[in-house]
């Protein structure tokens, strides 16, 4: 499984950016495809996942309203549009695969089991 993230950059707090997940080596339909940011001295969180089996989506609380999880499965590609950016949405942005549980993603990283190498997303204040 290959994971290629690309999207990333400089926006201006308030700006919009949108995240591409590239998947290679799997059927995209049997998997769960998640995105997980890190800033510099804090955890790993997961930001939003999506099941294409079930067709559900999850958001952490912080990204609600704002992000927004979408896949093309003739592409392969799944992606985050990200709105109203703060400095606090500035992180790597990793893309996963694994298996999904039950149908479903879900936003914790034990779930996942191949990684991309992630995209910097800076937020300009």
């Known amino acids: 499984v290959q994971l290629v993230e690309s999207g990333g950059g400089l926006v201006q707090a308030g700006g919009s950016l949108r995240l591409s997940c590239r998947v290679s080596?799997?059927?995209?339909?049997?998997?769960?495809i998640g995105w997980f940011r890190q800033a510099p001295g804090k955890e790993r969180e997961g930001v939003s996942c999506?099941?294409?089996?079930?067709?559900?989506?999850s958001y952490s609380e912080s990204v609600k309203g704002r992000f927004t999880i979408s896949s093309d499965g003739a592409k392969n590609t799944v992606y985050l549009q990200m709105n109203r950016l703060t400095p606090e949405d500035a992180a790597v942005y990793y893309c996963a695969a694994g298996p999904p549980l039950f149908g479903l993603c879900h936003r914790h990283a034990n779930q996942y089991t191949s990684w991309g190498r992630g995209t910097q997303v800076t937020v300009a204040s």
């Open positions: 080596g799997v059927s995209f339909d049997d998997y769960a």
């Open positions: 999506i099941s294409e089996s079930s067709g559900t989506t």
